[in-house]
């Protein structure tokens, strides 16, 4: 059985170790809004923004429609449209595939609106763009667009 | 305090368009400054929407989403004198709320 100095010594030890890769998460996030998913924001891609929001695997659909230009000029602003039409919409997400973070944008959607928003994104290089649709029943369904950008929105 | 919001909501059918414009910076967290240091990002994290006091849609933003967002979503059964309420939140804990009454 360990002594009480080593037991101390070791969780000191472990502190340290779980400090420095960042591992406590109440300090990092410490700035963040009550609520704010700050691990869907950070994801690379859209299976780690479906596990950090606890939807199932997406699936393509004809019934999400995603619109945007094709060629955007300006990286910096470009309209995206998320919509659908189909009943029980609990998120509408927006993803920029090639961004450092894939997802833009998540709206929390009421019986009160239509399943149809738009807002501008930044995208720091031609990417496909993707609204996604998380359903009350679980499913996750999306719809993908290619937009091209002719200077990025991301750099310095 | 942030610079107010430019919020227009008009009647088209049943329902009403609602269209706002915020002023706030949106810095990415990705670009760097003169000396090469990070700009640390600097955005709106949680966005509210309500109609004469329900709350309709909430939203959480990343970094993402451009300078000054633009916003636009239907209300349904919205009609005109009802009030369109808009308020944000971001991740340095500034906030700004704003009305505006459906035309």
Same mark, same amino acid.
């Given at each position: 059985?360990?002594?009480?100095?080593?037991?101390?010594?070791?969780?000191?030890?472990?502190?340290?170790?779980?400090?420095?890769?960042?591992?406590?998460? #109440?300090?990092?996030? /410490?700035?963040?809004?009550?609520?704010?998913? %700050?691990? %869907?924001?950070?994801?690379?891609?859209?299976?780690?923004?479906?596990?950090?929001?606890?939807? +199932? /695997?997406?699936?393509?659909?004809?019934?999400?429609?995603?619109?945007?230009?094709?060629?955007?000029?300006?990286? %910096?602003?470009?309209?995206?449209?998320? +919509?659908?039409?189909?009943?029980?919409?609990?998120?509408?997400?927006?993803?920029?595939?090639?961004?450092?973070?894939?997802?833009? /944008?998540?709206?929390?959607?009421?019986? /009160?609106?239509?399943?149809?928003?738009?807002?501008?994104?930044?995208?720091? #290089?031609? +990417?496909?763009?993707?609204?996604?649709?998380?359903?009350?029943?679980?499913?996750?369904?999306?719809? #993908?667009?290619?937009?091209?950008?002719?200077?990025?929105?991301?750099?310095? | 305090?942030?610079? $107010?919001?430019?919020?227009?909501?008009?009647?088209?059918?049943?329902?009403?368009?609602?269209?706002?414009?915020?002023? &706030?910076?949106?810095?990415?967290?990705?670009?760097?400054?003169?000396?090469?240091?990070?700009? $640390?990002?600097? &955005?709106?994290?949680?966005?509210?929407?309500? &109609?004469?006091?329900?709350?309709?849609?909430?939203?959480?933003?990343? $970094?993402?989403?451009?300078?000054? $967002?633009?916003?636009?979503?239907?209300?349904?059964?919205?009609?005109?004198?009802?009030?369109?309420?808009?308020?944000?939140?971001?991740?340095?804990?500034?906030?700004?709320?704003?009305?505006?009454?459906?035309?």
């Amino acid at each position: 059985m360990p002594s009480r100095r080593e037991m101390l010594s070791r969780s000191a030890q472990v502190a340290t170790l779980l400090a420095a890769v960042g591992l406590f998460p #109440q300090l990092a996030h /410490a700035q963040a809004a009550p609520g704010f998913n %700050a691990e %869907a924001f950070a994801a690379k891609n859209m299976a780690e923004v479906m596990k950090a929001l606890g939807g +199932s /695997a997406p699936v393509e659909s004809k019934d999400i429609s995603v619109t945007g230009p094709d060629i955007a000029e300006n990286g %910096a602003v470009v309209p995206i449209g998320a +919509s659908t039409t189909l009943p029980g919409v609990k998120r509408l997400l927006i993803l920029v595939e090639k961004n450092p973070s894939v997802l833009a /944008a998540m709206f929390n959607v009421t019986d /009160a609106i239509d399943a149809n928003i738009s807002t501008r994104v930044k995208m720091g #290089q031609s +990417s496909n763009v993707f609204a996604m649709a998380m359903m009350n029943d679980g499913k996750v369904l999306f719809a #993908q667009k290619e937009v091209k950008v002719t200077l990025g929105g991301c750099g310095g | 305090m942030a610079d $107010p919001m430019r919020i227009r909501a008009q009647v088209a059918g049943d329902k009403a368009t609602v269209r706002v414009l915020m002023a &706030h910076e949106m810095e990415s967290g990705q670009r760097k400054d003169a000396a090469g240091k990070t700009i $640390p990002a600097w &955005h709106i994290q949680d966005v509210t929407a309500q &109609h004469n006091g329900k709350t309709v849609m909430t939203a959480q933003w990343g $970094p993402a989403v451009s300078k000054n $967002p633009f916003l636009q979503f239907n209300v349904k059964g919205a009609k005109a004198g009802d009030k369109i309420t808009v308020s944000w939140v971001d991740n340095k804990g500034d906030k700004r709320t704003d009305e505006a009454t459906v035309s």
